[in-house]
């Protein structure tokens, strides 16, 4: 009588060896199997954003040596404010003001996620990344490779130019506008939006000059056509950052309008280099007078046909033989049918 733990351990082992891209190296998977595995990558990744959210939370207001704690990040713009412009409360230095029940502790855990997320994020993206890597090629894989790679440290730059110019920003907005009859004390829950609303808005920003060159490597946007559009997105870029940036005040929106076009300048230029590249290889196999509709004239010399591997060769041979013999006895009948 078969034991049940022991089937369903068979199974578990056979569901693991066809994920294994050693036994599975072209990852092909029934519908049933790609459900599976999408939910075990899934909880995968949910356990990583937990456990972040957990160190987060902790660190929010924990200091790790000469790291300081995450909420004195998150303030330090707001405590860079002169003295004479905010609210300080006797013996409670630089703080945030609570409005509601539960609101330190709402705005600690959804800060505490954000961070976490950003610590663990090779963790949950190695899950993506072995979720969608079985179906790509090689070269696609390199390409998606670099594109990761590239996309984190732009989102980083851009989130570190947000909170280098946000002091700036808040400065020109709580000091210059309502004279002496406003001091400022912002609410903890708005004023943790805005930061991370602005580091956001920053980070992702800078990955659309990531998101040209990738364009201009599978051939969808050429440099002669970002040259000739280079003053439309230059314009386009200015008018993005004017209504996306959240503090609408100048310094900010020139900060994230200046860098893209500096960004997207440098995307344009890999663009012409990498077309120049591909036109020069074009006149040297002698595409270049071809239409984009004709085929290239390849110089193809089949090998292997004549010459197969040997299971192949025997089976071939035997087939000849067979295809032989039959048209031997066909004209041997046909002989004995005229004689």
Not at 232 to 252: E, L, Y
Request: proline fraction near 5%; glycine fraction near 10%; charged fraction near 20%.
């Amino acid at each position: 009588m078969a034991d049940p733990a022991s089937d369903k351990r068979e199974r578990r082992g056979s569901t693991r060896r066809r994920r294994s891209r050693r036994y599975n190296p072209d990852g092909t998977m029934t519908l049933i199997e790609h459900v599976y595995e999408f939910r075990r990558r899934l909880a995968y990744a949910m356990l990583a954003v937990l456990g972040g959210g957990i160190l987060g939370f902790i660190w929010f207001g924990v200091s790790v040596g000469p790291i300081p704690s995450l909420g004195d990040l998150l303030t330090a713009p707001y405590c860079a404010l002169p003295k004479d412009v905010r609210i300080e409360f006797e013996g409670r230095g630089c703080t945030l003001l609570q409005t509601q029940p539960f609101e330190a502790f709402l705005i600690q855990l959804k800060v505490g996620i954000a961070g976490g997320m950003v610590l663990v994020a090779p963790l949950w993206l190695y899950q993506l990344w072995a979720f969608i890597a079985p179906g790509l090629y090689s070269k696609e894989r390199k390409y998606a490779t670099t594109f990761v790679a590239f996309a984190s440290v732009l989102f980083a730059g851009g989130a570190v130019l947000a909170y280098l110019v946000v002091p700036t920003a808040l400065r020109f907005l709580v000091g210059n506008f309502g004279g002496d009859q406003f001091a400022t004390a912002l609410a903890g829950d708005k004023y943790i939006s805005f930061m991370l609303s602005v580091l956001v808005i920053f980070g992702v920003s800078f990955e659309f000059p990531l998101l040209v060159v990738m364009l201009n490597r599978v051939g969808v946007l050429k440099y002669e056509q970002l040259k000739r559009w280079r003053r439309g997105i230059i314009f386009g870029i200015f008018v993005f950052a004017a209504f996306a940036t959240p503090g609408n005040d100048p310094f900010s929106m020139l900060a994230l309008a200046v860098a893209l076009v500096l960004l997207c300048e440098l995307a344009i230029q890999i663009a012409r280099l990498h077309d120049r590249k591909l036109e020069r290889k074009r006149r040297e196999e002698g595409w270049d007078g071809l239409a984009d509709d004709e085929a290239a004239p390849f110089e193809y010399t089949p090998s292997g046909i004549d010459e197969p591997d040997e299971p192949e060769a025997s089976a071939s041979r035997r087939g000849k033989g067979g295809s032989a013999g039959g048209k031997g006895s066909d004209a041997s009948a046909n002989t004995d049918d005229i004689t």
